[in-house]
């Protein structure tokens, strides 16, 4: 079974309908490994917690990873920007400011993840801490 859908990953992390073409089944087991799997242990999969915490984890974990590549495509021509008609692109500045937002709420989103396990024993709690850029160390 897999750890959540691409669809579920655009609906739990994002207002506006994303392609699932642009999220890549790696996308998700790589988010699953760096964002779940390195706090949790013996997860299970059809559990309220797991629903409940885990998943949105997991979604803004790839939301993450695939922000810069979303507005861009590789090509026969090289990389290029793929351009919306109608949509005006957001500075570079912007975009930092808008993946520092999503970072931060998958902190939060970690940190819920973790108290959740501690609380209900259902999860094996091993790691806490996100720093937006690192783990911190086992407790």
Same mark, same amino acid.
């Given at each position: 079974?897999? @750890?959540?859908?691409?669809?579920? &990953?655009?609906? !739990? @992390? !994002? ?8 999220? !890549? *089944?790696?996308?998700?087991?790589? /988010? ?26 997991? /979604? $803004? ?5 695939? $922000?810069?590549?979303? =507005? ?7 990389? &290029?920007?793929?351009? +919306?008609?109608? =949509?005006?692109?957001?500075? *570079? ?5 808008? !993946? ?6 998958? +902190?939060? %989103? ?5 108290? =959740? @396990?501690?609380?209900? +024993? ?16 086992? %407790?």
């Amino acid at each position: 079974m897999a @750890a959540i859908t691409k669809s579920e &990953v655009v609906s !739990l @992390a !994002l207002t506006r309908n994303l392609s699932t073409d642009h999220i !890549l *089944q790696t996308d998700i087991e790589i /988010a699953k490994d760096m964002y779940v799997d390195a706090y949790l242990d013996d997860i299970t999969y059809e559990s309220t917690i797991y629903d409940t915490y885990v998943k949105p984890v997991i /979604a $803004f974990g790839v939301i993450v990873n695939i $922000f810069f590549r979303v =507005a861009s495509e590789i090509t026969d021509r090289g990389v &290029v920007a793929m351009v +919306s008609e109608g =949509a005006n692109g957001l500075d *570079q500045e912007s975009k930092l400011s808008l !993946l520092g937002e999503i970072k931060m709420t998958l +902190s939060k %989103l970690i940190e819920r993840m973790i108290a =959740a @396990a501690e609380e209900t +024993s259902t999860l094996t709690f091993e790691t806490i801490g996100f720093t937006g850029e690192e783990k911190q160390e086992k %407790l």
